[in-house]
Protein backbone atom coordinates (compact mmCIF):
# COMPACT_ATOMS: atom_id res chain seq x y z
CA UNK A 1 0.00 0.00 0.00
CA UNK A 2 1.19 3.26 -0.57
CA UNK A 3 1.02 5.59 2.63
CA UNK A 4 0.51 9.42 1.76
CA UNK A 5 1.96 11.55 4.42
CA UNK A 6 0.33 15.75 4.43
CA UNK A 7 1.86 18.27 6.36
CA UNK A 8 1.64 20.16 8.50
CA UNK A 9 -1.65 19.25 9.71
CA UNK A 10 -2.80 22.98 10.36
CA UNK A 11 -2.12 26.15 9.07
CA UNK A 12 -2.82 28.66 10.24
CA UNK A 13 -2.90 32.32 7.83
CA UNK A 14 -4.15 35.01 6.96
CA UNK A 15 -6.34 35.72 3.81
CA UNK A 16 -3.95 37.47 1.23
CA UNK A 17 -1.28 35.20 2.67
CA UNK A 18 0.74 32.29 0.44
CA UNK A 19 -0.07 28.64 1.63
CA UNK A 20 2.13 25.70 0.65
CA UNK A 21 0.61 21.95 1.30
CA UNK A 22 2.96 19.08 1.00
CA UNK A 23 1.96 15.50 0.21
CA UNK A 24 5.07 13.05 0.63
CA UNK A 25 4.65 9.81 -1.45
CA UNK A 26 5.68 6.64 0.88
CA UNK A 27 6.71 5.13 -2.94
CA UNK A 28 6.90 6.89 -6.32
CA UNK A 29 3.47 7.32 -7.89
CA UNK A 30 4.95 9.46 -10.56
CA UNK A 31 2.43 11.97 -11.57
CA UNK A 32 -0.70 10.11 -10.62
CA UNK A 33 -1.82 12.46 -8.23
CA UNK A 34 -4.86 14.47 -7.30
CA UNK A 35 -5.67 17.39 -5.00
CA UNK A 36 -9.25 17.93 -3.42
CA UNK A 37 -10.58 20.35 -1.13
CA UNK A 38 -13.16 19.68 1.35
CA UNK A 39 -15.18 22.25 3.42
CA UNK A 40 -17.79 21.46 6.32
CA UNK A 41 -20.85 19.39 5.26
CA UNK A 42 -19.73 18.97 1.27
CA UNK A 43 -18.18 16.58 -0.56
CA UNK A 44 -14.68 17.06 -2.09
CA UNK A 45 -13.77 18.90 -5.34
CA UNK A 46 -11.04 18.08 -7.56
CA UNK A 47 -9.14 21.49 -7.67
CA UNK A 48 -5.87 19.66 -9.22
CA UNK A 49 -5.20 16.21 -11.20
CA UNK A 50 -1.96 14.77 -12.61
CA UNK A 51 -0.14 16.76 -10.44
CA UNK A 52 -0.37 20.09 -11.64
CA UNK A 53 -3.05 20.15 -14.34
CA UNK A 54 -6.10 22.29 -12.65
CA UNK A 55 -9.79 20.78 -13.13
CA UNK A 56 -12.31 22.86 -14.70
CA UNK A 57 -13.20 26.00 -13.21
CA UNK A 58 -10.41 25.66 -10.51
CA UNK A 59 -9.26 29.31 -9.83
CA UNK A 60 -5.73 30.22 -11.39
CA UNK A 61 -4.30 30.35 -7.39
CA UNK A 62 -4.23 27.34 -7.23
CA UNK A 63 -1.54 25.41 -8.54
CA UNK A 64 0.38 21.67 -8.28
CA UNK A 65 3.78 20.43 -8.67
CA UNK A 66 6.19 17.60 -7.89
CA UNK A 67 6.58 14.37 -8.94
CA UNK A 68 7.73 10.91 -7.92
CA UNK A 69 7.37 10.97 -3.88
CA UNK A 70 7.10 14.85 -3.39
CA UNK A 71 4.18 17.09 -3.86
CA UNK A 72 3.13 20.60 -3.39
CA UNK A 73 -0.19 22.45 -3.55
CA UNK A 74 0.03 25.96 -3.54
CA UNK A 75 -2.48 28.84 -3.06
CA UNK A 76 -0.89 32.21 -3.80
CA UNK A 77 -3.50 34.09 -2.10
CA UNK A 78 -5.93 33.28 0.61
CA UNK A 79 -9.16 34.25 -0.30
CA UNK A 80 -11.63 33.34 2.72
CA UNK A 81 -13.49 31.36 0.75
CA UNK A 82 -10.09 28.75 0.87
CA UNK A 83 -9.84 28.05 4.22
CA UNK A 84 -10.80 24.11 4.30
CA UNK A 85 -9.52 21.28 4.69
CA UNK A 86 -7.27 19.81 1.69
CA UNK A 87 -6.63 16.52 0.78
CA UNK A 88 -4.02 14.54 -1.75
CA UNK A 89 -5.03 11.21 -3.21
CA UNK A 90 -2.66 8.77 -5.24
CA UNK A 91 -3.73 6.17 -8.58
CA UNK A 92 -0.23 5.01 -9.18
CA UNK A 93 -0.92 1.63 -7.41
CA UNK A 94 -4.62 0.66 -6.18
CA UNK A 95 -5.82 4.62 -4.45
CA UNK A 96 -5.10 6.30 -1.10
CA UNK A 97 -5.56 9.44 0.85
CA UNK A 98 -3.36 11.17 2.45
CA UNK A 99 -4.66 12.34 6.41
CA UNK A 100 -5.51 15.73 4.98
CA UNK A 101 -4.37 19.55 5.82
CA UNK A 102 -6.82 21.94 7.16
CA UNK A 103 -6.24 25.27 6.99
CA UNK A 104 -7.25 27.51 9.30
CA UNK A 105 -8.10 31.85 9.48
CA UNK A 106 -5.14 32.97 11.43
CA UNK B 1 -23.26 17.93 -16.68
CA UNK B 2 -23.13 14.80 -14.70
CA UNK B 3 -24.89 14.58 -11.02
CA UNK B 4 -24.40 11.39 -8.97
CA UNK B 5 -26.73 10.89 -5.82
CA UNK B 6 -26.34 8.45 -3.31
CA UNK B 7 -29.08 6.25 -1.31
CA UNK B 8 -29.85 3.95 1.21
CA UNK B 9 -30.93 2.99 4.96
CA UNK B 10 -29.18 5.98 7.02
CA UNK B 11 -29.37 2.99 10.32
CA UNK B 12 -27.75 -0.27 10.34
CA UNK B 13 -27.63 -2.95 12.58
CA UNK B 14 -24.43 -4.48 13.77
CA UNK B 15 -23.46 -7.39 12.41
CA UNK B 16 -26.19 -6.70 9.83
CA UNK B 17 -25.39 -5.50 5.42
CA UNK B 18 -24.95 -2.39 4.31
CA UNK B 19 -26.33 -1.53 0.31
CA UNK B 20 -26.08 1.73 -1.51
CA UNK B 21 -27.14 2.53 -4.20
CA UNK B 22 -25.50 5.75 -6.64
CA UNK B 23 -27.92 6.73 -9.19
CA UNK B 24 -26.22 8.84 -12.48
CA UNK B 25 -27.66 11.09 -14.35
CA UNK B 26 -26.69 13.80 -17.14
CA UNK B 27 -23.69 11.56 -18.49
CA UNK B 28 -22.78 8.21 -19.22
CA UNK B 29 -21.37 5.15 -17.74
CA UNK B 30 -18.77 4.49 -20.38
CA UNK B 31 -14.78 4.83 -19.58
CA UNK B 32 -15.34 5.66 -16.11
CA UNK B 33 -14.90 3.73 -12.87
CA UNK B 34 -17.58 4.18 -10.36
CA UNK B 35 -16.41 4.63 -6.72
CA UNK B 36 -17.47 4.53 -3.14
CA UNK B 37 -15.28 6.57 -0.58
CA UNK B 38 -16.16 6.93 2.84
CA UNK B 39 -15.80 9.06 5.75
CA UNK B 40 -15.61 8.47 9.11
CA UNK B 41 -17.00 11.47 11.06
CA UNK B 42 -14.20 14.25 11.80
CA UNK B 43 -11.66 12.39 10.02
CA UNK B 44 -10.19 11.60 6.42
CA UNK B 45 -11.34 10.01 3.19
CA UNK B 46 -10.75 6.24 3.14
CA UNK B 47 -11.68 4.49 -0.66
CA UNK B 48 -13.63 1.84 -0.86
CA UNK B 49 -13.66 0.43 -4.25
CA UNK B 50 -14.64 0.91 -7.97
CA UNK B 51 -16.42 -0.75 -10.53
CA UNK B 52 -16.12 -0.29 -14.45
CA UNK B 53 -19.07 -0.35 -16.31
CA UNK B 54 -17.59 -3.48 -18.09
CA UNK B 55 -17.38 -5.52 -14.86
CA UNK B 56 -13.77 -4.45 -14.25
CA UNK B 57 -13.69 -4.37 -9.88
CA UNK B 58 -10.80 -2.85 -7.64
CA UNK B 59 -11.14 -2.77 -3.63
CA UNK B 60 -9.12 -1.73 -1.08
CA UNK B 61 -7.52 -4.64 0.15
CA UNK B 62 -8.64 -4.07 4.20
CA UNK B 63 -12.30 -3.73 3.17
CA UNK B 64 -11.80 -6.51 0.13
CA UNK B 65 -13.49 -9.82 1.96
CA UNK B 66 -16.75 -7.84 2.91
CA UNK B 67 -17.32 -5.32 0.01
CA UNK B 68 -19.08 -6.03 -3.57
CA UNK B 69 -19.45 -3.16 -5.83
CA UNK B 70 -21.59 -3.82 -9.26
CA UNK B 71 -22.93 -1.53 -12.02
CA UNK B 72 -26.53 -1.20 -13.33
CA UNK B 73 -26.00 0.27 -17.03
CA UNK B 74 -29.76 -0.33 -17.48
CA UNK B 75 -30.69 1.62 -14.44
CA UNK B 76 -27.48 4.16 -14.94
CA UNK B 77 -26.76 2.88 -10.94
CA UNK B 78 -24.12 1.25 -9.30
CA UNK B 79 -24.14 0.12 -5.84
CA UNK B 80 -22.40 -1.30 -2.91
CA UNK B 81 -22.51 -4.09 -0.57
CA UNK B 82 -20.57 -3.79 2.86
CA UNK B 83 -21.30 -7.06 4.76
CA UNK B 84 -21.01 -7.71 8.82
CA UNK B 85 -20.71 -4.57 9.78
CA UNK B 86 -20.12 -3.25 12.52
CA UNK B 87 -19.68 0.70 14.78
CA UNK B 88 -16.35 1.13 13.08
CA UNK B 89 -18.16 1.23 9.43
CA UNK B 90 -19.91 4.71 10.79
CA UNK B 91 -19.45 7.41 8.18
CA UNK B 92 -20.64 9.28 5.85
CA UNK B 93 -20.26 7.36 1.77
CA UNK B 94 -19.81 8.86 -1.13
CA UNK B 95 -20.12 7.37 -4.30
CA UNK B 96 -17.84 9.11 -6.92
CA UNK B 97 -16.69 9.26 -10.57
CA UNK B 98 -13.33 8.60 -11.59
CA UNK B 99 -11.60 9.40 -15.18
CA UNK B 100 -10.45 5.87 -16.68
CA UNK B 101 -6.44 5.85 -19.18
CA UNK B 102 -9.51 6.68 -21.89
CA UNK B 103 -10.37 10.11 -20.39
CA UNK B 104 -8.13 13.20 -19.61
CA UNK B 105 -8.42 13.11 -15.69
CA UNK B 106 -7.49 9.44 -15.41
CA UNK B 107 -7.34 8.59 -11.61
CA UNK B 108 -9.03 11.88 -10.09
CA UNK B 109 -12.59 11.79 -9.06
CA UNK B 110 -14.37 14.95 -10.80
CA UNK B 111 -17.67 14.00 -9.80
CA UNK B 112 -19.42 13.25 -6.61
CA UNK B 113 -22.31 12.66 -5.08
CA UNK B 114 -23.49 14.73 -1.88
CA UNK B 115 -22.67 11.90 0.73
CA UNK B 116 -25.17 9.75 2.97
CA UNK B 117 -24.47 9.16 6.44
CA UNK B 118 -24.48 5.40 7.92
CA UNK B 119 -24.70 4.67 11.31
CA UNK B 120 -24.27 1.23 12.33
CA UNK B 121 -26.11 0.50 15.92
CA UNK B 122 -28.50 -1.40 17.86
Known amino acids: EIVLTQSPATLSLSPGARATLSCRASQSVTTYLAWYQQKPGQAPRLLIYDASRRAPGIPTRFSGSGSGTDFTLTISSLDPEDFAVYYCQQRRYLLTFGGGTKVEIK | QVQLQESGPGLVKPSETLSLTCTVSGGSLSNYYWSWIRQPPGKGLEWIGY???????NYNPSLKSRVTISVDTSKKEFSMMLLSVTTADTAVYYC????????????????WGQGTLVTVSS
Open chain 2, 51 to 57: SSDSGIT
Open chain 2, 96 to 111: AREGSRLTIMYGAFDS
